[in-house]
């Protein structure tokens, strides 16, 4: 009995140590953080004085009464984005996307969750979406619509560097960041990718053509063969009916009937040929010239288009290449103009230096040639005055000397004066032979002699104040007794002559 009754208190207490230890034993899902708050919890990595406890993958003891124990989940959360934004070229766009996230595994990114959404778990979407919008519209803002359709890869990384630090703070880390949609309620993302649509479609109907075309050609060279099978047939047949009626005619009424008959048939079999040759070429026609003239058509066209804009765009150029080439010529000619002008102006410096130094070096050369000159003057006047004075007195002491000197020093001049007479006479006759060419150069003689009588006569006049003819007896001779005591030459006969008589060539 008493056994028994120990038995059953150990039971009981067993039984209550389990249910306490039930109830004191708390175990974190992997899925999950367990927060204890109630006393405080040195945490590894935040210090002393936490106030809570973080559990996680593992169990602890916690105390009823004392110690409260909360979950933090650590699943994965999602927010939807739906940001109205604006480019940087002020078109609206809409951008949605989706963010994946969770609280972070480690401690700290548990602490700071805790203390922001531990009661507040189902707000965290919500939170998450409006940080993601500010920095989504602030992103935006610095794009072209262009580079967010190229580049969405730029657009999500941007978005989540300039979003971690925040969410960082908030204990939240991003498992994916997707920018699935971008709306364009203006149409201008239509509008851009309009060009490349008609490219397309442009493209398309090219080979949908070109793809026509040659089913066409196909289709029509099969016709052909089909028709050229059937035109062999048939004038296989014609030949055939044609020998079977030629025989026919021939057993039957021999000769011109059979033989109408038989040419009859082969203008109809022609005739059917000739048909479907016609056909044919018709066909033929339609593959060979129409479907490639409407390509051609439609080559021309495109290069044509494309030519023109070829010719604008190089026309801009040019005029943008003229108009920098004008400036820089009216540049270039303005720095020559001013160039000019400095060296005019040093030219005219430089001239004018030198025509005054040129003016005063004219100046000292005309004054030393003055000099020169009165002095040159001065002693050529004194040199003829000397010269005067020398022949006065040599013509007082011995005047006769000096009258023979000067006639002797001139004697050549006075022959030829004298021979001048005989100057235009080209051929000359002498009457009397030698004694005449005699005569003749005795006449020059005596006038040579009758020059020295009359300068004799002039001095003698000069001295002793007498008319000409009144000389001294010493002197013996005069003007005119010098004429007449001449020696007279003898002609060849002993006559003498006064004259020679010549005739002139020119008066014969």
Known sequence: MLIGTIAGIVAAAIVILIVLFKMCWRVAEPNEALIISGSKHRTEGLGEGL????????????????????????????????????????????VKGVVIFKVGDDTISIANAARRFLDQQKFMGQRVHNVFAGHLRSIVGGLTVEEMIRDRERLTGETRAASGTEMEKLGLIIDSLQIQEILDPTGYIKNLAAPHAAAVQRDARIAAAEADRIATEAEQESFARKAEATRNSGIQQAGYQAEMDTAAARAQQAGPLALAASRQEVVVQETKVAELEAHRKEQQLQVDVRKPADAAAYETRTKAEAERDARISAAQAQAKETELRAGAEANRVKIAAQAEAEATKARGL???????????????????????????????????????????????????????????????????????????????????????????????????????????????????????????????????????????????????TQSIPVQSDRDS
Do not use: Y
């Open 51 to 94: 106030g809570f406890r973080i559990v996680t993958g593992r169990g602890t003891m916690v105390t009823p009464g004392i110690q409260t124990v909360r979950k933090l989940s650590l699943d994965l959360n999602e927010a939807d984005l739906d940001v109205e934004c604006v480019t940087s070229q002020g078109i609206p766009v809409q």
């Open 350 to 496: 430089a001239a004018a230096e030198a025509t005054r130094a040129t003016g005063q070096a004219e100046a000292s050369a005309a004054e030393a040639k003055g000099l020169a000159a009165a002095e040159a003057a001065r002693a050529l006047g004194l040199a003829e005055a000397e010269a005067i004075k020398a022949r006065a007195a040599a013509l007082a002491e011995n005047q006769e000397a000096v009258v023979a000197q000067q006639l002797a020093e001139n004697w050549p001049e006075i022959v030829r004066a004298g021979a001048d007479a005989f100057g235009n006479v080209e051929h000359m006759v002498l009457l009397n032979g030698a004694d005449g060419m005699g005569e003749m150069f005795a006449k020059a003689l005596t006038m040579g002699g009758t020059g020295l009588g009359l300068a004799r006569q002039l001095l003698g006049s000069l001295n002793n104040g007498a008319q000409p003819g009144q000389e001294a007896a010493g002197d013996g001779t005069g003007a005119t007794g010098a004429k007449a005591d001449a020696p007279r030459p003898a002609g060849r006969h002993g006559a003498t």
